[in-house]
């Protein structure tokens, strides 16, 4: 039977080499912290940016959003009478 076993450790080497010399397979997954959440979500920002598609795509939706905004000025400016 396999089980499960959730050790958290700053300092992990020990146990990873200890794992390695009994030939135990082993996966290590990072502990989820507020900082390592924001830090990756840094990082997939900085990624989304160098996507030039997507950057495409947000200047035409600017640029939609942009002519509606001048639209309803127009509109706005139509019923003042002052």
Not at 26 to 45: F, G, H, M, N, S
Not at 50 to 55: A, C, L, P, S, V
């Amino acid at each position: 039977m396999k089980e499960l076993i959730i050790i958290r450790t700053e300092n992990s080497q020990e146990l990873k080499t200890f794992l390695q010399q009994k030939h135990i397979d082993y996966e290590v997954y990072p502990y989820d912290t507020k900082q390592a959440r924001r830090e990756r979500w840094l990082k997939d920002i900085e990624l989304a940016n160098k996507d030039e598609k997507r950057n495409k795509e947000i200047a035409e939706w600017d640029k939609i959003q942009e002519q509606d905004d001048a639209e309803e000025l127009a509109k706005e400016d139509e019923w003042n009478f002052s």
